[in-house]
């Protein structure tokens, strides 16, 4: 029987575990948390916004970095798979606004508990407070120790090293060198025929994800694309402005980013100001985009307050509205428009003084009000950190992983899944679709005889 080790339970392992399993493999599950399911426990608020129930060429367009390696994973582990999964296991599903699924209950730990009976049913031997400290390969040095007690090959007193890549770490496969296993921190060795690392990015370190896997990665000569966080809130510089509308909430308003003329990222939705500049849904898809730039530059982005009425039809409405506040003050005169706490800022950008009179407004100036209504603009100057990021952008580079098998091209037997890679999406469960497709194809392949 073929022996695969996946290390971390979060989504992808869990999901690598019970494909490997299912396939006939004998599988030792390594987490290094006392418990499985970390991160997905947090994930949608303590919903679990497991994946997305559009059809999968949607789901294929929300993925932000290198869609085309996806293609394999999508095809043989979709939205219906996972549901399924999860289903048959005791978590009824629904599906809400945006085509997000949720476990019925609303709590993730619904899910978690669906994904570890399909973990026991398949036969798959869980290891918690297991932090793993190397791979082995082939090549590692040692004497071979008889079968341990879980079924893998064990020892606490063997001695090993991992053997990394060529000049520059650009490694290559040779002959005769493979994954053989791996060391934990209290220095046991666990054999195996294949480890699949799902070991996450950099996102939410308190769950376990502190970038182990990309140090593998590299000591193993594969290479680790820039990483940064990801569907994160956004740091203007009107921060004084966006401090003074701190929790203030807004609906049904359209968010565009523009790198000097060019637009880079549009949707309508929902957002939210902090102390420190914005946040929300439509913020937070908008990072997916414009995190790798703001590296390197500003960016503009511009609020629509008003999305489904054309400037022409929101004059009208103005004129309307101010027909009867003709002796008032502007600040005065908008809250059939607006929030109140928004009135001001709206005024601010449209260069008005807010104790113009209503019959003293020229149509310049009622012009200006409907550029600031239509355009409420601030400048992104970064993102937050890790710590507020849902997913790492970046990753182990997809060009040297093969995207039908998800097996290491520098590295025999080693496999890759989930947010470990470079693979990215927006939000409403696309990224947990990602790592419940490439978990599954990497189990698969790796337990395959």
Not at 184 to 191: K, M, P, S
Not at 407 to 412: A, D, I, M, Q, R
Request: hydrophobic fraction near 35%; aromatic fraction near 4%; charge should be positive.
């Amino acid at each position: 029987m073929r022996e695969v080790i996946v290390v971390g339970g979060g989504a992808a392992g869990m999901a690598a575990a019970v494909s490997a399993a299912q396939g006939g493999a004998d599988v030792l599950l390594l987490e290094k948390n006392e418990k499985l399911g970390k991160k997905l426990f947090i994930t949608g608020k303590g919903r679990c916004n497991l994946t997305n129930a559009s059809d999968m060429k949607t789901v294929m367009d929300n993925v932000v970095s290198n869609p085309r390696f996806l293609y394999s994973a999508f095809r043989t582990f979709t939205n219906d798979d996972i549901m399924r999964l999860v289903g048959e296991n005791g978590c009824p599903l629904k599906t809400e606004r945006g085509n997000r699924v949720f476990p019925v209950s609303d709590k993730s730990s619904d899910v978690i508990r669906a994904l570890e009976r399909a973990l026991k049913k398949a036969g798959v031997r869980v290891r918690l407070n297991a932090p793993v400290k190397e791979l082995l390969t082939e090549e590692t040095e040692g004497t071979d120790v008889p079968a341990g007690t879980d079924g893998m090959s064990g020892t606490d007193g063997m001695s090993g090293k991992v053997v990394t890549g060529g000049k520059d770490g650009a490694g290559g496969k040779t002959p005769g060198r493979s994954v053989c296993g791996v060391r934990t921190a209290d220095g046991h060795v666990y054999r195996a025929d294949a480890v699949i690392l799902a070991t996450g990015g950099l996102s939410y370190r308190t769950t376990g994800s502190d970038g182990d896997g990309h140090r593998f990665a590299e000591e193993t000569g594969h290479r680790v694309t820039d990483l940064c966080p990801s569907l994160v809130p956004v740091i203007v510089k009107e921060q004084r402005a966006a401090a003074d509308l701190q929790g203030l909430s807004l609906k049904n308003v359209r968010v565009t980013v523009y790198d000097g003329k060019k637009e880079k990222f549009s949707d309508f939705g929902e957002m939210l100001f902090t102390h420190f500049g914005l946040s929300g849904p439509l913020i937070l898809s908008a990072s997916a985009v414009a995190g790798p730039l703001l590296r390197k530059k500003e960016l503009r982005l511009e609020i629509d307050l008003k999305p489904a009425l054309s400037e022409e039809q929101l004059d009208q409405r103005i004129l309307r509205d101010l027909k009867e506040a003709q002796n008032k003050e502007l600040r005065n005169s908008l809250s059939g428009l607006f929030p109140s706490r928004l009135i001001s800022e709206v005024i601010r950008q449209s260069g008005i003084s807010p104790e113009r009179r209503i019959h003293d407004l020229t149509k310049e100036e009622r012009a200006a009000l409907v550029r600031a209504t239509k355009r409420l603009t601030y400048t992104l100057t970064g993102l937050r950190g890790f710590s507020e990021a849902i997913i790492t952008k970046g990753g182990v580079s997809v060009k040297d992983v093969n995207p039908s098998t998800m097996e290491s091209k520098k590295l025999g037997g080693l496999y890759f899944a989930g947010e470990l890679l470079d693979l990215d999406a927006m939000t409403g469960g696309f990224n947990l679709q990602i790592a419940w497709s490439t978990g599954w194809l990497a189990g698969m392949n790796a337990g395959a005889p």
